[in-house]
């Protein structure tokens, strides 16, 4: 079945430690778009690309940062986790971003920064 | 974005059919209205759109109101699966497309 795929689902990394989330989709999808869920709250979106072309939301910290190597795959890269960056990641995949496009969302990764 | 207003949540007996309103009163003539859901420990899970005609797929009917201010995502048959959070929200034409994801209703099905 096509799917979104991330790992790991779980990931522990220490405060300040560089970490990295991968994403992978087998839908051919142009657009890749991360979400940070923190505990009890609703997903908020982080960036996207579209295609090659990155879109970073205003308010997402520099602390955050994406790569897209390829249609398939993409990274988030957290530079300096701090404790607030606890929280589940969610990758998620459109064919495009018509306002009537459904998006496909991965497992997540939960992401403990001790 | 426009905003939406949910019931915080909602309780339901299994088999049973469920009416989740979504308030929606400043929703321009462009937007779209999704729902999506989120069961527990899972990401989020498209469920349906629409526009301005009510819409049915195999998870769910949507009835939007004729002045589409409001709307109710509608399951069928609850079962112990459908418990998760529900999430009402609206696409516009003029804004960057993205997912905007409000509070949600968290929905209980009781066996």
């Known amino acids: 079945d096509a799917m979104v795929i991330q790992n790991p689902r779980y990931q522990v990394t220490q405060f300040g430690k560089p970490v990295t989330l991968s994403c992978s989709q087998t839908l051919n999808h142009n657009v890749m778009y991360w979400y940070q869920q923190k505990s009890s709250q609703a997903p908020k979106l982080l960036f996207h690309?579209?295609?090659?072309?990155?879109?970073n939301e205003a308010d997402t910290p520099d602390n955050f940062q994406s790569r897209r190597p390829n249609t398939s795959f993409c990274f988030l890269d957290i530079r300096s986790p701090g404790l607030g960056d606890a929280a589940m990641y969610l990758c998620a995949t459109s064919r495009d971003m018509g306002q009537g496009r459904e998006q496909y969302f991965g497992p997540g990764t939960r992401l403990t920064v001790t | 974005d426009a905003k939406t207003t949910q019931p915080n949540s909602m309780e339901s007996n299994e088999e049973e059919p469920v009416h989740l309103p979504c308030n929606h009163s400043t929703i321009s003539g462009t937007d779209y209205i999704h729902w999506y859901r989120q069961l527990p420990s899972q990401g989020p899970e498209y469920v349906i759109h629409?526009?301005?005609s009510n819409v049915n797929n195999r998870m769910a009917s949507l009835a939007i109101a004729e002045d589409r201010k409001s709307s109710t995502l509608i399951l069928h048959r609850a079962t112990l699966r459908d418990a998760a959070v529900y999430y009402c929200i609206l696409r516009d034409k003029g804004g960057s497309e993205k997912l905007v994801f409000g509070k949600g209703t968290k929905l209980t099905v009781n066996p």
């Open positions: 690309y579209y295609d090659k072309d990155f879109n």
């Open positions: 629409g526009l301005t």
